[in-house]
């Protein structure tokens, strides 16, 4: 969050003019994104902000809202009839998208973006799915017995770190390509303090904990960017090098992100089960993360080998 300055008491207050960039559609990398990011989340959460802008809703707001939406699935799924409930479950979380996008959006277009919001919306997303992760496991419970919460607790797990890996490799990516430091390059820095105390320094440090388990190699690729700064040729070749290797990286990435998740949901419940949603998070997407963690091992030492 940030705060205002004081007013001139004498004399009425206006707005301040936003920059123009920040009421210019942020464009992300094209290879991050996949179909349904880039032709319809990310537009319709740059609309959504856009009309919020004019509102008082905060961007922190709107990551309740997004919460929200992943609750109201879960109860959709749990309290509605087949297909009724399937359909209305899977179009809300498909809407969180929107939603977790447009906070971000918002909080760009009114100059409120804060390292607090971000931890905000990072809250807002994992306690929202831990309550539906609750709802399907109790809804299992009564097809399967306790077996189900075995099942949900795996899963519940398997969500947060395959959701740490891709986000890690993602920020990474940027910090390569882009140069755009993350939490792993400023949080040491004064004006991100509010990060580093209490339950959200505890969360921060949790989070970080968990991305160097399941990062592989890659910190070492961040430690030689960080070298690079003020060697442009160097920098430069890790850049082509690492531009080189995104077409595999991130591929399988787009693959074990959230986007998948709420239509593989929706597809298990529309089956009658959340059995197979859960299945395929705790052994379909694992499999699938020991391979994305191979795959940037290798080319983490392909880059390395240039740096």
């Known amino acids: 969050m940030t705060t205002s300055s004081q007013a001139d ?22 290879e991050l994104e996949d179909g349904l990011n880039y032709y319809l989340y990310h537009p319709l959460a740059w609309r959504l902000a856009r009309v919020l802008a004019k509102t008082p809703i905060s961007p922190n707001a709107v990551s309740v809202v997004g919460a929200c939406h992943v609750v109201a699935a879960g109860v959709a799924y749990a309290a509605l009839p087949w297909p009724v409930g399937p359909a209305v479950g899977m179009s809300l979380h498909m809407a969180w998208h929107v939603w977790d996008g447009a ?50 607790w795996g899963a519940g797990f398997s969500h947060i770190i395959q959701a740490n890996h891709v986000e890690v490799q993602k920020r ?16 040491s820095n004064a004006d991100n303090a509010a990060t580093r105390r209490g339950i959200s320094g505890a969360l921060v440090g949790l989070y970080m904990y968990v991305a160097g388990k399941f990062a592989g190699n890659t910190p070492l690729i961040d430690a030689a960017v960080a070298a690079a700064q003020n060697d442009p040729a160097r920098l430069a070749a890790i850049q082509t090098a690492a531009r080189a290797e995104a077409p595999r990286l991130l591929g399988i990435l787009k693959i074990l992100g959230p986007n998948p998740r709420a239509i593989v949901l929706g597809l298990s419940m529309f089956a009658g089960s959340a059995a197979w949603y859960f299945l395929w998070l705790i052994v379909g997407l694992n499999l699938l993360l020991v391979v994305s963690i191979a795959m940037h091992n290798a080319a983490a030492r392909r880059i390395l080998a240039v740096a």
């Open 103 to 152: 906070d971000g959006d918002l909080a760009r277009i009114t100059g409120k973006a804060s390292p607090i919001g971000e931890m905000v919306d990072g809250i807002c997303d994992y306690a929202s799915h831990v309550v539906l992760y609750l709802i399907l496991g109790w809804l299992l419970h009564f097809q399967i017995g306790g077996w189900a919460y075995a099942l949900m």
């Open 172 to 187: 990474s990516y940027q910090w390569w390509v882009y140069n755009k430091p993350w939490m792993r390059q400023t949080r």
């Open 9 to 30: 008491t004498s004399a009425p207050s206006r707005p301040r003019p936003r920059p123009a960039a920040a009421l210019t559609r942020p464009m992300r990398p094209r």
